[in-house]
């Protein structure tokens, strides 16, 4: 009966491990199996692990997003990339002010068709991708790439399939331009 506790014991705590697993639940874990109170070790760990959750959403919920995207957007026109600060632009946030510049696509004559959305959850981080198949106003064919996570900055990438460099750059220009002018709405 007793190996029978001791199986059920480590079942419970390697499921607590998986679910929290972060590196304070396992570094608990460790310290807590060499001291003789796994237990409590995992326990510990996992606080830390959720009070750094906590600690990450609440500096996100306070964050000035305008202040954060003159300070910390990186847009690099030349590779056809835009780069947006995880402190203020979470994953909801993201989306939302992507959702915000549809409509200056429409005005613009541009088209865009989200062709692939990819949501993945994992033990300690969630990750949303999603790609948008678009044309500008003179028909050039582009696809963007936006990819978002909870523990990365969020990244678009505008990839020309004519390799034209100029048209690369003019069009992250235009998406940076709009994302801008929306953030400091």
Request: with cysteine; proline share 2%; hydrophobic share 40%.
């Amino acid at each position: 009966m007793c190996r029978m506790k001791q199986a059920f014991l480590a079942i419970v705590l390697a499921g607590i491990t998986f679910c929290c697993s972060g590196c304070a639940t396992i570094l608990g874990g460790i310290i807590g199996h060499q001291s003789g109170e796994l237990a409590a070790g995992l326990a510990i760990g996992a606080a830390v692990d959720f009070g750094d959750n906590i600690v990450n959403g609440v500096g996100q919920m306070l964050a000035d997003d305008q202040k954060e995207f003159r300070q910390r957007a990186v847009v690099d026109s030349d590779a056809g990339t835009i780069q947006l600060p995880r402190k203020g632009f979470s994953v909801d946030r993201t989306k939302s002010l992507l959702a915000k510049i549809q409509p200056r696509f429409e005005e613009a004559g541009w088209t865009y068709e989200r062709t692939r959305l990819k949501t993945c959850f994992s033990f300690s981080n969630y990750v949303h991708d999603e790609t948008w198949r678009c044309t500008d106003a003179s028909g050039q064919p582009f696809e963007l790439d936006i990819q978002m996570g909870w523990k990365k900055d969020s990244k678009l990438k505008v990839q020309i399939p004519s390799g034209s460099e100029a048209k690369r750059s003019e069009v992250t220009l235009q998406i940076y331009g709009w994302l801008e002018e929306t953030v400091m709405q």
